[in-house]
Each structure stands twice: as structure tokens, then as C-alpha cells.
């Protein structure tokens, strides 16, 4: 195993790939702000997710297959769990997906919403959260055309400069083989 990272507990992420909520209602994803600049867009190939703009929004977005949770001493815990989720979502019928790039910049509006306003004005931040930090591919272990439910795997991959810790534990390395997150059946 890697050796452990020093990524604190705001980085770390618990992954619900069976999100327990009301049925699935549609959250449409978040343009990206006119004067976004090429440096703060995910790669090709991959995107920033999804997630709530204000805390009354419920229900997850349609066609949601996992989220992440922010939590930890920097997230703002005044908010509900549900409005510090990132999902990733995609077409559950398809046999290949984007992956989830997670980062600074990428998500901007959902950190300045998640994080202490304080901390994210602290240098602090930027040792927090890399501006391209790790990200997770989706990978379909069912066909796509059989009648059983979709078996999705999950892998993760750090590509920044910082570590992962998992649900408080199992560190993850830049430059580390990608890790499996474990399947689940939605």
C-alpha cells in the first residue's frame, strides 16, 4: 500500500453509490460561467458532476449513479448532508461513461457553498484541495442491452499533487495504481 497521504479530513470523501432519497428528480446541470476560462474546465473526456444550488432542492438528479459527500471540521455542517453532494450522473444505459474530475476549480460554486467561507479564503484551501485532484471512472460490468440492472464498478485515480484519504482511511497516492471503489447494482 502507498505511503499515507496527509490529506485532512475536508478532502476525504464518502462515496453512496445507492443513494437512499425520493425518487430521482431532475437537477440541471450547472452552465459553466461565461468567463470561465479553458484552465478551470474538467479535461475531455471527463466532467464536474452535478449538485444543488440552493438547499431547497431535493431528490437527486435523474440518471444519478453515485454522489460525494462533502463533511469533515472545514465543510459548513450548518448545511444539510444533502446539499453538500457532488453526483456524478450519466445515462444508465450506456457501456461508457465520462469520468468524475474532481478538483478546485472544476467545481468552484459547489466548494465556495460547501466549504467555511474562511478557510476558503485561507491558504489553506490550496492545500486542500489541488486544482486538479483526483478523479472516478465509471465502468459498467453488465451489458448494456440484458434486462438485469446495471452493475457499475468504480474506480478512483489521484492526479494531483495531493492525496486521498477514503472514508477516513485507505490512503491514495498520486501516481498510484487506480483503486477499486467497489461495484453496487442501482
Not at 474562511?118 to 491558504?123: D, G, I, V
Not at 440492472?149 to 490512503?171: D, E
Not at 497516492?173 to 483503486?179: K, R
Amino acid at each position: 500500500m502507498p505511503e499515507p497521504c496527509s490529506a485532512p479530513p475536508e478532502t476525504q470523501c464518502s462515496s453512496r453509490a445507492a443513494l437512499e432519497a425520493a425518487p430521482p428528480m431532475p437537477i440541471p446541470p450547472q452552465p459553466p460561467p461565461a468567463d470561465i476560462d479553458e484552465a478551470q474546465r474538467p479535461p475531455a473526456g471527463t466532467v464536474a458532476g452535478r449538485w444543488r444550488t440552493s438547499e431547497a432542492a431535493a431528490g437527486e438528479p435523474s440518471g444519478a449513479l453515485f454522489c460525494l459527500e462533502a463533511h469533515g471540521e472545514r465543510a459548513r455542517e450548518d448545511l444539510p448532508a444533502e446539499a453538500r453532494q457532488l453526483f456524478f450522473c450519466g445515462d444508465a444505459d450506456a457501456a461508457c461513461l465520462p469520468s468524475l474530475r474532481v478538483g478546485r476549480h472544476y467545481q468552484r460554486g459547489f466548494w465556495q457553498r460547501v466549504i467555511q467561507p474562511a478557510f476558503l479564503a485561507s491558504s489553506g484551501w490550496a492545500a486542500t484541495l489541488a486544482v486538479d485532484h483526483f478523479e472516478i471512472r465509471a465502468l459498467r460490468r453488465s451489458k448494456p442491452a440484458s434486462s438485469e440492472p446495471p452493475v457499475w464498478h468504480f474506480r478512483l485515480r489521484v492526479v494531483g499533487p495531493l492525496g486521498v484519504a477514503l472514508n477516513y482511511g485507505s490512503p491514495c497516492s498520486s501516481g498510484d495504481e487506480e483503486v477499486e471503489l467497489g461495484p453496487t447494482t442501482r
